[in-house]
């Protein structure tokens, strides 16, 4: 009987508190059921079914307790630490939406706020036995038109409303919305609620930070306090039905208070950060004290059985866990419930650890990379220092030549076409690298094989964040900012530099690519936008935006839209028009006249190969022929097809040959294999450790270049996000 009632008691309340938060999912009818998920023990969880969360949803947890909803509109405050319980007063007839208070409800003075989706506000304090309601509307309107931000927030048909509120420093802040799927210019604003009839909301001059989307990614901010700060966190990722499917971009920026400005956070070793995926559902982080923790973001996705985290040092994404014993049908999304550290022993162990050189693990706007190098070789003689330099490789010997005027000498300039046929001992540098841009101001390029990595300063026009959009030929096609464009070619450090886009509206693009080699005179760039406002057309269409080097406008065209959805993929220029693969895999034709007019077509054949169950799809033209590759979830499976232009039909490839596929959202490449082994693979922006990841047709498995033979899966494996492949080319 003691064993029963013991096993009872144990399973009416949560398990013991850990300095991390808790991924609680609830299911059973009437979510009588709770699933506590540990992020430091992901191989077990614990399922508790407590009494007074039964019949009841989670809305938010702050200072340790969290608030649930309950019928009649009576809502509790629950500790899960302690089990007390606190009934709020009956809320009146709104829709809530965000709810928040500002310290331990169990501490004297604590005020509950709840945010509706109608321009109010209702707040209590702990013992009010009625809420008092304000409407913000007038009061807002006032603060943003003497900030100059009102012309932000208005909208014709939808009114602002204040959203994902913040407790920081003593000061409740919230951002200002109008629409869910625009994040660009949101004003951030302060709310001081000083006593039941003074009500005053204060603009801060500042808007959230936005970044360059990506191809065919939606986009949302979430606003937090960490540590003491405010931070958000943008996470871009590719949605169907408003489900997320994949992350594709995450950035992290910190709001620097005394210069009202926003700084980009480079690496966070001393915090992590927890998001949901529901639309009002609350993201939270708290102190690191594990490296196998810190310095990452975790969120699930469409599964949510699934829990994924992105290394913002690395700029890579991973499934960290599938945690075990969850059902097969949830009926809600996963919640994050941090517990009150101040009743247990490990609070101390995370202040003491966390605050450790807490000034040095917070790093935001790197510097530049430093080009003069401490080593020592240039104490060697002359003439060794000149057989060093004869036996590097191109990169390495270009590198050498600039490390310092002793290396500059000994290293002579070499003209790099004459270098190709003679200097090359590696024969994989002729191969694609993976690059992507890191720290604001370097490209780094990653060569497969061996994993060596190089570094280049970027030229000025490119610093301050821009993102690979393509690549063909050695060049790149690099967004910067919400305005410009320009071709890149990392290894001559050649700028070409497109005309500026127009309008007011921020860049927002579904698909971008080119034709060919800037410097040549047929290249052109397209850029669809989907997302773009259709107010000057009139009609339910997309628009196409169009420009050539050297050309001072962007020339646009107006579209039906035809029911096609462009993908996280780019386009691929053959035989004189542009191809697309669709999200649903079926293919869009864009054709340029003699004329120079744009015309554009959904294929109704070919049909599309796969009909569901994949997770990304790609195009690639391959020895003149077009394929296309559709993938997995989590890599489960990969299969290629090749299109019979006489029959306008797919046809399964079993094999490439002698061919090998290099394959990312921004660019994907086909090319010969230059060195053996490497051939009839298929390769990802993809690591395990630090040796990069390709499926091999042969085997039809995942292998790295460390594993051999030995088969690996995604869970073991994390993908470097906004990176792109191109083919070396000093000429």
């Excluded at 060596?452 to 096609?477: A, F, M, R, T």
């Excluded at 039909?649 to 290099?662: A, D, F, K, P, R």
Aim: aromatic share 12%.
């Amino acid at each position: 009987m003691k064993k029963k009632s013991a096993r009872r008691e144990e399973q009416h309340r949560p398990p013991p508190p850990e300095p991390y938060p808790w991924l609680l999912y609830s299911y059973d009818a009437g979510n009588k059921t709770q699933l506590f998920c540990s992020i430091l023990n992901t191989k077990e969880t614990y399922s508790r079914r407590i009494p007074e969360l039964r019949n009841r949803a989670l809305w938010a947890t702050y200072h340790g307790w969290c608030l649930y909803s309950g019928s009649e509109r009576r809502h509790i405050l629950w500790n899960p630490v302690t089990l007390e319980k606190i009934t709020l007063p009956r809320v009146p007839e709104y829709d809530i939406d965000y709810c928040i208070w500002t310290c331990a409800p169990s501490e004297p003075g604590c005020l509950v706020v709840l945010f509706t989706n109608c321009t109010c506000i209702l707040y209590c304090e702990i013992g009010d036995e009625i809420w008092t309601s304000y409407p913000y509307y007038d009061e807002l309107k006032r603060s943003l038109q003497e900030g100059g931000q009102w012309a932000l927030a208005e909208m014709e048909e939808e009114y602002p409303l204040l959203i994902q509120p913040v407790w920081c420093g003593g000061n409740l802040y919230a951002i200002v919305l109008s629409d869910y799927d625009h994040w660009e210019s949101v004003p951030l604003v302060k709310i001081d609620i000083q006593w039941r009839d003074s009500f005053k909301i204060e603009s801060l001059n500042v808007c959230l930070p936005s970044t360059t989307p990506v191809i065919g990614a939606a986009k949302r901010i979430y606003l937090m306090e960490s540590c003491g700060d405010l931070f958000t966190v943008e996470i871009q990722a590719k949605h169907e039905s408003g489900i997320a499917l994949q992350v594709i971009a995450i950035e992290i920026h910190r709001l620097s208070f005394s210069k009202k400005e926003w700084l980009k956070v480079e690496t966070a070793k001393d915090r992590a950060f927890f998001l949901p995926m529901g639309v009002s559902d609350q993201a939270i982080s708290s102190p690191a004290i594990n490296p196998d923790i810190a310095n990452r973001v975790y969120f699930t996705l469409f599964d949510e059985k699934n829990l994924y985290s992105y290394n913002i040092e690395e700029g890579t994404v991973s499934v960290f866990s599938s945690f075990p014993n969850l059902p097969r049908v949830l009926p809600c999304s996963p919640v994050w419930v941090m517990p009150d550290l101040r009743f247990t022993n490990t609070l101390e162990e995370v202040k003491d650890k966390s605050n450790t050189g807490k000034e040095n693990d917070l790093k935001v706007d790197a510097e530049d990379i430093d080009d003069t190098s401490e080593l020592h070789l240039s104490d060697l003689p002359f003439d060794m220092v000149k057989v060093i330099a004869e036996r590097l490789i191109l990169v390495d010997y270009l590198h050498f030549r600039a490390t310092c005027k002793i290396f500059h000498s000994a290293a002579p300039s070499i003209q790099w076409r004459i270098a190709l046929q003679m200097r090359v001992e590696n024969p994989s540098l002729l191969s694609p690298w993976l690059v992507f841009f890191e720290k604001q101001s370097v490209c780094t390029l990653i060569d497969p094989i061996h994993g060596d990595k190089y570094h280049i300063n970027l030229p000025q026009e490119l610093k301050g964040g821009c993102i690979v959009c393509g690549s063909k030929v050695g060049w790149l096609l690099v967004a910067v900012g919400e305005k410009s464009t320009f071709f890149f070619n990392p290894f001559t450090q050649v700028i070409l530099p497109l005309a500026e886009l127009s309008g007011d509206k921020p860049r927002n693009f579904s698909c971008i690519g080119f034709s060919s080699s800037p410097i040549s005179s047929e290249c052109v760039v397209i850029e669809f936008d989907k997302h773009m406002s259709l107010e000057e057309s009139g009609g339910d269409e997309f628009v196409l935006e169009s420009s050539r080097p050297g050309e001072d406008h962007w020339d646009m065209n107006f579209f039906d839209d035809d029911d096609f959805f462009f993908n996280d993929n780019s386009p691929v220029f053959y035989r004189g028009a542009f191809y697309c693969l669709g999200r649903e895999g079926n293919l869009g034709l864009l054709k340029l006249n003699e004329e120079e007019e744009y015309t554009w077509k959904v294929l109704t054949q070919p049909k599309p190969p796969c009909l569901s169950g994949y997770h990304q799809n790609f195009l690639v033209e391959c020895d003149g022929e077009l394929l296309s590759v559709f993938v997995g979830c989590l890599g489960k499976w990969i299969q290629v097809f090749k299109l019979n232009e006489s029959k306008m039909t797919w046809i399964g490839v079993e094999s490439l040959g002698n061919y090998m596929l290099y394959l990312s959202c921004s660019s994907s490449l086909a090319v010969m294999a230059k060195n053996s082994g490497m051939e009839n693979k298929i390769y990802f922006p993809i690591f395990c450790g630090e040796s990069m990841v390709f499926f091999s047709l042969e085997t039809k498995k995942f292998h790295s270049f460390e594993s051999k033979d030995v088969a690996i899966d995604f869970y073991s494996s994390k993908e470097k996000l906004r990176c792109g492949w191109i083919e070396p080319r000093w000429c």
